[in-house]
């Protein structure tokens, strides 16, 4: 049979014709399928993800704002400063977020989701934000739009997909519950209280004996050469500068201010510009009907009439074209005479009726209201660019000299914010003197700095670093004095000293367990004893959650492992502690309501948190995905140049 129906399909003519117009349907199938997904290429989009699309401009404005937000965390001055492998970290993260969002978006559209015109208006009129006194203020929507940078219907249309998204999702999350079992566990734990009965035994009331002979000081030197080790220490030469350091060296004089008020004066020339009330409705009909009303009440009637319309009522102050949220109301407003109620205009937000309450005159701000703000602008942009300057004069100093940070090349690097030092510290970045050594004081950065310090060579040239926080350094090992042991004689003193403190500890020691081992013997509480040196104190209640301001930390997380009755005997950095636990108190809900509601919301958001993280991964790998790589590289490209 096998062989029959090979020959007809290989040895004969109809075999082949059959194959061949099987081939071509597959090859058409397949084209078709190319076809159709080149029909979709645009270049303008760097993902297609299911029906949607993310485009250059969305990926764009999230990548800068994820920028900002990293620039300022760490400290630059500008985005610009983030390094190129971070950038493309974060417009990737940007491009992920995107993703997830059309995700959500084509999903809730497959689930038919719709969002009516009246839903979007009232959430945007329930939103705090945009509300004076507890009413809608067009004013402040107008000024938040214009911070976002986006028009009237691209803001509409964000909002409208995030009440999409909130429909597919919060359906999905509403189910999130914890149990009252861990709830009870969980807080009985964070706020069980405890108190003890302690005797401290600080160091301070403690004198050390007699300076003993030279054997017995030598010998604790022989027992503690740890203790007598001078750690290496390196002399070096070194410059750094930051945006704050560049700032400060800026002085701008009035004429300076002055020449740049002249310079940008149209800025200051206010044009002319009107004062509107304005009411917006969701249709027509509801507008012509309050513009008839208008011509016959006062302007409160009327807010209050479209507040029942469910619409809003506001006035806008000194309205411009450049300050309209719609074309569509900036060109009625420019041609409409004074005291004249308008005809119903269609803008994004529904249907408007206006009045021109005033025309106000184009005028002058005056110099002197303007000066120091003028200041601040001139001083924050030449410090911008003299910061990218002093890295410039900087790496050309060091490429045209030996790279030791001689007098004549700091010297050339005068005046321009940048601090020189020149001294003597060991890797803690102490001095000779044990004092810090004055090198920039933000622990991550100060660290990062010794790390480099002290992983260099001698006499190795200096190079420019770039460092956390924005700061920029070099630096050149003059000297080394490596680490060393002292002998007996270079250390006589530190051995004195160390044999008394040590000396003082023994004491008291000694001291606190005796105290200690009479509640054994006794099995009497610290609070039983009498003890006319040292008077035992009870302590004040203290929960994990809120810890006692006065006793050591150790000693309070010794007492929560620890039984009614039991006593302890603890070291801290300047005190023995012989303490016995008087209470515990457990508590129940009813002690705290607030705070135990407070807890099991928590816990309840947790669980919400992590069902929604679960279905927008199930969503991510369910939807299709496909990124246009290249142009995503060009975006992380651009902020590199």
């Known amino acids: 049979m096998l062989s029959r129906l090979r020959h007809l399909l290989i040895d004969s003519w109809l075999g082949r014709i059959l194959v061949g117009l099987i081939f071509l349907v597959f090859i058409s199938w397949g084209a078709e399928t190319i076809i159709e997904s080149w029909s979709q290429r645009d270049g303008n989009v760097v993902a297609w993800v299911g029906s949607q699309r993310v485009t250059m401009q969305e990926l764009d404005s999230a990548a800068k704002m994820q920028l900002q937000q990293y620039a300022t965390q760490q400290g630059f001055s500008d985005p610009s400063q983030v390094p190129n492998v971070m950038r493309g970290s974060l417009v990737n993260q940007a491009l992920q977020q995107l993703i997830i969002q059309k995700n959500l978006i084509a999903a809730s559209e497959h689930a038919g989701l719709s969002v009516s015109d009246e839903t979007l208006r009232n959430l945007i009129f329930s939103l705090p934000v945009f509300q004076t006194n507890g009413k809608f203020s067009r004013e402040l929507f107008n000024v938040y739009v214009k911070q976002t940078n986006m028009t009237e219907a691209a803001f509409l249309d964000i909002l409208r997909n995030q009440i999409a998204i909130s429909g597919l999702t919060e359906p999905v999350t509403a189910g ?3 149990s009252d079992i861990m709830v009870k566990s969980i807080f009985a734990f964070r706020n069980e209280t405890r108190k003890l009965t302690y005797i401290q035994l600080p160091f301070s009331q403690f004198k050390a004996e007699a300076t003993p002979s030279d054997a017995v000081l030598k010998r604790y030197y022989d027992n503690h050469l740890w203790e007598f080790t001078v750690p290496e220490f390196r002399r070096i030469r070194m410059i750094f500068f930051t945006p704050e350091t560049v700032e400060k060296s800026i002085e701008v004089s009035d004429a300076d201010a002055q020449q740049y008020f002249n310079s940008r004066k149209q800025e200051f020339n206010k044009p002319e510009s009107k004062n509107l009330e304005i009411i917006t409705v969701k249709d027509k009909k509801t507008a012509e009907d309050l513009a008839g009303s208008w011509t016959k009440e006062p302007w409160e009637n009327i807010q209050k009439e479209t507040q029942k319309a469910n619409g809003f009522a506001t006035t806008l102050n000194e309205f411009t074209h450049q300050t309209s949220p719609s074309a569509e109301l900036a060109d009625a407003v420019q041609k409409a005479p004074l005291n004249i109620i308008s005809a119903p ?67 050339y690097l005068g005046g321009k914010g940048i601090v020189a030092l020149r001294g003597t510290l060991n890797e803690q970045g102490l001095n000779l003197d044990g004092q810090p050594a004055p090198i920039p004081s933000d622990d991550k950065v100060k660290q990062a700095i010794l790390g480099n310090v002290f992983s260099k060579a001698k006499d190795a040239p200096a190079s420019l670093i770039q460092g956390d926080n924005n700061i920029y350094y070099a630096f050149f090992v003059e000297d080394i004095d490596p680490a060393h042991q002292q002998t007996f004689e270079q250390a006589k003193d530190r051995v004195i000293k160390a044999w008394q403190q040590a000396n003082i500890k023994r004491q008291a020691n000694i001291t606190g367990t005796a105290i200690y081992k009479q509640t054994q013997d006794s099995q009497k509480s610290v609070k039983e004893l009498v003890n006319q040196q040292f008077q035992a104190k009870e302590s004040e209640s203290f929960s994990r959650v809120n810890p006692s301001k006065t006793l050591p930390a150790e000693l309070q997380a010794q007492a929560f492992l620890m039984q009614i009755g039991q006593t302890t005997m603890l070291e801290s950095p300047d005190s023995f502690y012989i303490a016995t636990l008087d209470n515990i108190k457990k508590p129940k809900p009813q002690d705290d309501q607030a705070s135990y509601n407070a807890l099991r919301d928590t816990l309840k958001q947790a669980e919400s948190n992590d069902i929604y993280n679960s279905y927008v991964i199930f969503i991510n790998k369910e939807g299709k995905v496909d990124v246009n790589q290249k142009a995503v590289n060009n975006i992380i490209g651009q902020g590199s140049n």
């Open 176 to 178: 999130a519950t914890t």
């Open 345 to 411: 205009i269609k803008t994004p937000m529904g249907w408007s009726v206006f009045k021109v309450t005033a025309i106000l005159q184009p005028h002058e701000v005056a110099f002197n209201t303007v000066k120091d703000k003028l200041k601040a602008q001139i001083t924050q942009a030449r410090a911008k660019q003299k910061f990218v300057d002093n890295i410039k004069s900087t790496q050309d100093m060091l490429a045209g000299s030996t790279g030791r940070l001689d007098d004549e090349g700091v010297k």
